[in-house]
């Protein structure tokens, strides 16, 4: 089957035919992708068709001198979960400053301080066993809550190779907190 001829199909005519292809091979595989990078099946479903109604509505930007169209559509994937992540951990932080001004403050119990002592030092002694360059970026971008581009322009790398010291420092973080 060649996917860049269908979704060239579904851009110049709007062929639902095409289209329906295109779903039925991509969107279980999309979902997979999604469930395997940690996400709830439920929200990867979503993620999935919503990637497939962007296909729709954008496949006449589709170019195949630039990407295959299994590469283009899993790009979508990654950005819509990408943006999804980000709008829940915009909406958590939200609830937890409205939460903090409604409820008064309360002390931990001795056992909560202590755990949340030993989280950090975990944590802390975790960021001190990966390279000079990925504590760096996870610092940056987790704690300093600095945006990609800005570390990027900051340290004078290309983005890509920013995102994948992070992505590679977060494997190494998990690797070391699972232990």
């Given at each position: 089957?060649?996917?860049?001829?269908?979704?060239?199909?579904?851009?110049?005519?709007?062929?639902?035919?095409?289209?329906?292809?295109?779903?039925?091979?991509?969107?279980?595989?999309?979902?997979?992708?999604?469930?395997?990078?940690?996400m709830?099946?439920?929200?990867?479903?979503?993620?999935?068709?919503?990637?497939?109604?962007?296909?729709?509505?954008?496949?006449a930007?589709?170019?195949?001198?630039?990407?295959?169209?299994?590469?283009?559509?899993?790009?979508?994937?990654?950005?819509?979960?990408?943006?999804?992540?980000?709008?829940?951990?915009?909406?958590?932080?939200?609830?937890?400053?409205?939460?903090?001004?409604?409820?008064?403050?309360?002390?931990?119990?001795?056992?909560?301080m202590?755990?949340r002592?030993?989280?950090v030092?975990?944590?802390a002694?975790?960021?001190?066993?990966?390279?000079?360059?990925?504590?760096?970026?996870?610092?940056?971008?987790?704690?300093?809550?600095?945006?990609?581009g800005?570390i990027?322009a900051?340290?004078?790398?290309?983005?890509?190779?920013?995102?994948?010291?992070?992505?590679?420092a977060?494997?190494?973080?998990?690797?070391?907190?699972?232990?």
């Amino acid at each position: 089957m060649e996917w860049a001829e269908l979704i060239g199909r579904v851009a110049a005519h709007g062929d639902r035919g095409a289209f329906k292809l295109l779903f039925e091979h991509f969107a279980p595989r999309v979902k997979g992708f999604l469930v395997k990078t940690g996400m709830n099946a439920d929200a990867a479903e979503e993620i999935a068709q919503m990637t497939l109604l962007a296909v729709w509505r954008k496949a006449a930007q589709f170019d195949p001198a630039t990407a295959g169209a299994a590469a283009w559509i899993f790009t979508i994937a990654r950005n819509l979960r990408i943006d999804s992540a980000r709008a829940a951990a915009r909406q958590a932080k939200a609830a937890v400053s409205a939460e903090q001004h409604q409820t008064p403050d309360v002390m931990d119990s001795p056992e909560t301080m202590m755990t949340r002592r030993d989280d950090v030092s975990r944590v802390a002694a975790a960021l001190e066993r990966l390279t000079e360059e990925q504590s760096t970026v996870i610092r940056m971008s987790f704690i300093d809550e600095q945006p990609h581009g800005e570390i990027a322009a900051k340290l004078g790398l290309p983005l890509g190779t920013v995102k994948s010291r992070i992505r590679l420092a977060m494997a190494r973080l998990r690797d070391l907190l699972d232990d």
